[in-house]
């Protein structure tokens, strides 16, 4: 199975700030990752498909990038409601792989 | 609007067996890849499970593979997860979520049903 290492496990912002999120593939997996948000209670949410497209109704200030083994997240301009858990996921090949969450809290 | 709305989940004793329900509706289920996912207690998300649109192509994780099995009707829109042998590991928050027909990533989830393996 391919290995997904996120990282960092959780990091702390302001409002306002830019953070990233990267997921390392244990072997090539073209752009074939989705990127999720999680807030506590809730199911998860697609924010970004294959690797860097925005999925309809996802806020601007996330962007996603990479191909083949590392892959970004980047959330612009940091908002009160993004303050959540990230997962990445690769859908290139079964068993599909999750990384382990991210967790981006208030500062 | 797109719905998934589990059901089945609540207490069960180690080695037992259960079956997980999802209702979908606002999409055609016929023609949409279907997955389970699980998230034990304060961890992530665990992928177990994917059943192509007609069914005719099945994938489990390492971990639940000759335990669990995953069916649909797509004349009920209703997606299952029969899960023998069940241990305490395998308690968790399970999900269902809508695939695509022609790609297998997530696109939208139900908000889940909490099955707890204890005795």
């Known amino acids: 199975a391919i290995q997904m290492t996120q990282s960092p496990s959780s990091l702390s912002a302001s409002v306002g700030d830019t953070v990233t999120i990267t997921c390392r593939a244990s072997?090539?997996?073209?752009?074939?990752l989705g990127w999720y948000q999680q807030k506590p209670g809730k199911a998860p949410k697609l924010l970004i498909f294959a690797a860097s497209t925005l999925q309809s109704g996802v806020p601007l200030r996330f962007s996603g990038s990479g191909s083949g083994t590392d892959f970004t997240l980047t959330i612009s301009s940091l908002q009160p409601e993004d303050f959540a858990t990230y997962y990445c996921?690769?859908?290139?090949?079964?068993?599909?792989?999750f990384g382990g969450g991210t967790k981006v809290e208030i500062k | 609007q797109v719905q998934l709305v589990e059901s089945g989940g609540g207490v069960v004793q180690p080695g037992v067996s259960r079956t997980l329900s999802c209702v979908a509706s606002?999409?055609?289920?016929?023609?949409?890849?279907m997955h389970w996912v699980r998230q034990a207690p304060g961890k992530g998300l665990e992928w177990l499970t994917l059943i192509h649109y007609d069914g005719s192509s099945k994938y489990y994780a390492d971990s639940v593979k000759g335990r669990f099995t995953i069916s649909r009707d797509n004349s009920k829109n209703t997606l299952y997860l029969q899960m023998d042998s069940l241990r305490p590991e395998d308690t968790a928050l399970y999900y269902c979520?809508?695939?695509?027909?022609?790609?297998?990533?997530?696109?939208?989830w139900g908000q889940g049903t909490l099955v707890t393996v204890s005795s």
């Open positions: 072997q090539g997996i073209r752009n074939d």
């Open positions: 996921l690769q859908d290139y090949n079964y068993p599909l792989t």
């Open positions: 606002g999409f055609r289920l016929s023609e949409s890849g």
């Open positions: 979520a809508k695939g695509g027909r022609f790609y297998d990533r997530i696109d939208f």
